[in-house]
Structures are given as C-alpha cells and as structure tokens.
C-alpha cells in the first residue's frame, strides 16, 4: 500500500509529499491525521530544521477536502461533522500555523479549498506558474472549515476575501502573490529548487531564533499592538540564556559568520 505522505529528509530539510495524485492528492481524514503525526516527529527530530510541503503528480497541491468521506459525517448530523471534519482540518491548519520550524508550501497545481488553507496557514509558500487557487465551498453549500473564513481576511484584506469566499471562483497565482498568499511565483521547473533556496537562507540563521520569531509573530498577530509587544518582549527574554544569541553577537562584534548550536 502506497503512503499516503512521502516523506524523504535531505539534510537538514524534510520534504513532505501529499500522495493521493489520483484523487488531486484531498485530504482525507488518514492522510489529515497522518500530516499531524508527522509533524510531532519533526518537531522532536533536532536534525530537521525546516520542512518543505508539496504535492504529488502534475495536477494539484491539493484539491482540499475529500468530499465524499466528509458528506458521510455531516449525513450523521452535526455533533459527528463538527468532530470528525471541522476539528480535525482546524487542528491540521492551527498546528502548521504554530509549528515552530518554518513550513513553506510548494504549490505545484490547484489548491483548492483546505489546499488553499494550508497555503493560508503556512508560514511561507512559493507557487509555480501553474499553480491555481480556489475558496471553492460554497458550490456545495458549506463555508470553508479548515480556517479559511478567518486567516484568508487577515492576508489579503475583507473584501478581496469576500470576493473570493463568496463566488467560489478560481485565481491565479500572480493574484495570490498580490493578495499575500505566497511570496513568490516561480517557472514550474523551479518551484522545488526555490523553496530549498528559502529554506537554506532561513537555516543559516538561529533556529531558536526562528522558533522565536514564528511565535510571536502567530501569537501577536491577533491580538492589540500592546499585547503583541508583550509577547515579543517575552520570546525575546526566552533568548538571553542560549548560547545561540553570544554566538550571533560574538560573530557580529568580531565580523565572522556565525555557527550556531540551536542551543
């Protein structure tokens, strides 16, 4: 039986690999709680230090949701929906939004609905030329359920999300990169080969640093600017017994290249 993840580490990077090509790689509800076990072990695994997420096959990233797994539990009413579906997409989304390495995306091809979420929810993502978006939902009479009512606003603003969320229509990835969706819009050919250069300019860095950074910026984003600042001043106090932070400063104050401990 074929994995429904592939994954493979190459140096210090792991590379996810959503593998349901069949079926435009849709997140069923194995595939949904196998991502999140993978993610514990990445987490715990110190020699990983980003993970690269991508989809398999030419057609898509991901279509979304598995529509017919998920219409069997909303046919069991509302109580079986909300925990089998809504929680576990929103769990998925949260837990890559907060993990404390940096996740990019890889959009290779559509991206449709919980596609699109994890686009949403990863802190960066580069789309190939071919890649396409969708908040498709509301073609079959649902709101999206994986956090794209809420992070989708914060990104591109109320009305462009509006827009989208209420029309269901498809975008292209040079709208995605104008609305905040991705940070790059790169030849098909270079979409792997970009995202491995990201990653490695990030990865030069602390990453007790980077850990820091991603959760204040997650942490604060929702909150007033003084709260916000209270969670900076925190993550930055979580710095001042490393090692990793006398190293940078060492390595500016003497002008060499620093090699951090994670430590």
């Not at 196998?34 to 993970?51: H, Q």
Request: aromatic share 6%; with cysteine; charged share 25%.
């Amino acid at each position: 039986m074929k994995p429904l993840i592939i994954i493979e580490k190459k140096s210090d990077i792991a590379f996810l690999t959503l593998n349901r090509p069949e079926k435009l790689n849709a997140l069923n509800y194995a595939t949904n709680d196998l991502l999140l076990e993978l993610l514990d072990e990445i987490e715990n695994d110190t020699s990983i230090r980003a993970i690269i997420l991508t989809g398999a096959g030419e057609s898509a990233f991901s279509a979304g949701g598995d529509i017919h797994e998920f219409t069997q539990s909303i046919k069991q009413g509302g109580d079986v929906a909300v925990r089998e579906f809504v929680r576990r997409g929103q769990q998925m989304t949260s837990r890559i939004e907060s993990f404390p390495k940096p996740i990019i995306v890889a959009v290779n091809g559509i991206a449709f609905g919980g596609g699109c979420e994890i686009t949403e929810a990863a802190h960066l993502a580069v789309a190939s030329e071919k890649a396409i978006f969708a908040k498709p939902e509301i073609n079959i009479g649902i709101p999206p359920t994986f956090g794209g009512t809420q992070r989708l606003p914060r990104l591109a603003g109320r009305k462009r999300a509006l827009e989208l969320l209420l029309t269901g229509d498809r975008f292209s990835p040079e709208r995605a990169y104008e609305m905040g969706l991705v940070n790059q819009v790169v030849p098909h050919e270079d979409l792997i080969p970009t995202a491995i250069q990201l990653a490695n300019r990030i990865l030069q860095h602390s990453p007790l640093a980077t850990a820091r950074i991603i959760s204040a910026v997650t942490r604060g984003l929702n909150t007033t600017i003084g709260e916000g600042l209270e969670i900076e001043k925190e993550q930055f106090a979580r710095m001042l017994h490393t090692d990793d932070i006398i190293t940078g400063l060492d390595a500016w104050i003497e002008r060499r290249k620093p090699v951090y401990s994670g430590r």
